[in-house]
């Protein structure tokens, strides 16, 4: 069946710009997390759903960093005023409930701030 | 959740069995064992995990010791497309932030 997708794949925006990625989880996927990847480092994480709760937005760097999900599924991860420092592959992921269920990602949207 | 450590890297011919280690000595009792792989560009992709039982799927094998501190991750036909950072992870049901942390992993070269 289909996976994680994201969208775009790929962003180059300028420093101080507004940027949204977008993650569709796999279908029936209550859980959402949005991690954070630099270069040849391990993840970070931002934020996790889990159907209606508050989310969990204790990895989220700052303000300007921001997140949706609408309908229990689709999300938004919206960065504002973006730096040169967000430059990295933002990945995110489902699972199928909480705590320890397997995550799936998808491929990341890698983004550069000039 | 407990600590993992790897080897950084290691090679594997192609078409011969990958053994990779873990250790994660401070594994409590209801903490799963997990591994991933990342190939480069790509995110990451679940391979298998385990609680003591040895587990297998299309993928790979994984091995637990009786004292469950130690683990192997057996790709049994390593092929070039098995080139990746594979990475152990050890997490708990109610892991904190039902986060996903990543250790340096090791970084596995097939060669032909």
């Known amino acids: 069946g289909a996976g994680v997708s994201q969208s775009p794949s790929n962003k180059v925006t300028e420093k101080g710009k507004d940027v949204e990625l977008r993650c569709d989880p796999i279908?029936?996927?209550?859980?959402l997390y949005w991690y954070r990847q630099s270069l040849g480092q391990g993840l970070e994480f931002l934020i996790y759903f889990q159907g209606n709760s508050a989310p969990d937005k204790s990895g989220l760097p700052s303000d300007r960093f921001s997140a949706e999900r609408t309908g229990g599924s689709v999300s938004t991860l919206t960065i504002q005023r973006t730096q040169q420092e967000d430059s990295a592959v933002y990945l995110c992921?489902?699972?199928?409930?909480?705590?320890?269920?397997?995550?799936?990602f998808g491929p990341g949207t890698r983004l550069t701030v000039l | 959740d407990a600590k993992t450590t790897q080897p950084p890297s290691m090679d594997c011919a192609e078409g011969r069995a990958a053994n990779l280690p873990c250790n994660h000595s401070t594994i409590s009792g209801n903490e799963y064992v997990y591994w991933y792989r990342q190939i480069h560009s790509q995110g990451p992709q679940y391979i298998i995990h385990?609680?003591?039982n040895n587990e297998t799927n299309e993928m790979a094998s994984l091995i637990i010791t009786e004292d469950r501190k130690s683990s192997t991750l057996i790709l049994p036909h390593a092929t070039l497309r098995d080139t990746a950072v594979y990475y152990c992870i050890v997490r708990g049901v109610k892991a904190a932030g039902n986060k996903l942390t990543f250790g340096g992993g090791t970084r596995v070269l097939v060669k032909p």
């Open positions: 279908s029936g996927h209550t859980a």
């Open positions: 992921a489902s699972s199928l409930g909480t705590g320890w269920d397997t995550q799936y």
């Open positions: 385990g609680l003591k």
